[in-house]
């Protein structure tokens, strides 16, 4: 089966929406990673690796703050899709 086609320009868009995906993606990364280091680990480090309650609250840091994430874009593509569907009918 062979591969379709894609135009130079639907290639460029392509390339921007994947460049801004892991410009989003490391940006999210990053700020988790502040965020739960901040609240998980003392400022001040005491060993040099981790207890068990500091890998304890990053690991539930970082599911909350996957979970919101992924709660937010759900949400965000429900609402873009109204908004969408909303400006299909006022054109029609």
Same mark, same amino acid.
Do not use: F
């Given at each position: 089966?062979?591969?379709?086609?894609?135009?130079?320009?639907?290639?460029?868009? !392509?390339? =921007?929406?994947?460049?801004?995906?892991?410009?989003?993606?490391?940006? =999210?990364? +990053?700020?988790?990673? +502040?965020?739960?280091?901040? #609240?998980?680990?003392?400022?001040?480090?005491?060993?040099?690796? !981790?207890? #068990?309650?500091?890998?304890?609250?990053?690991?539930?840091?970082?599911?909350?703050? =996957?979970?919101?994430?992924? #709660?937010?874009?759900?949400? !965000?593509?429900?609402?873009?899709?109204?908004?969408?569907? =909303?400006?299909? #009918?006022?054109?029609?």
């Amino acid at each position: 089966m062979a591969l379709p086609q894609i135009s130079t320009a639907d290639q460029a868009k !392509l390339q =921007l929406m994947q460049e801004m995906e892991i410009e989003m993606m490391s940006d =999210l990364y +990053n700020r988790m990673t +502040n965020a739960c280091h901040k #609240k998980c680990i003392p400022p001040r480090y005491s060993e040099s690796e !981790l207890g #068990k309650g500091e890998m304890v609250c990053i690991d539930r840091c970082v599911a909350k703050y =996957l979970d919101i994430h992924e #709660k937010i874009g759900k949400k !965000l593509t429900a609402m873009s899709m109204q908004d969408e569907e =909303l400006m299909k #009918k006022m054109s029609s």
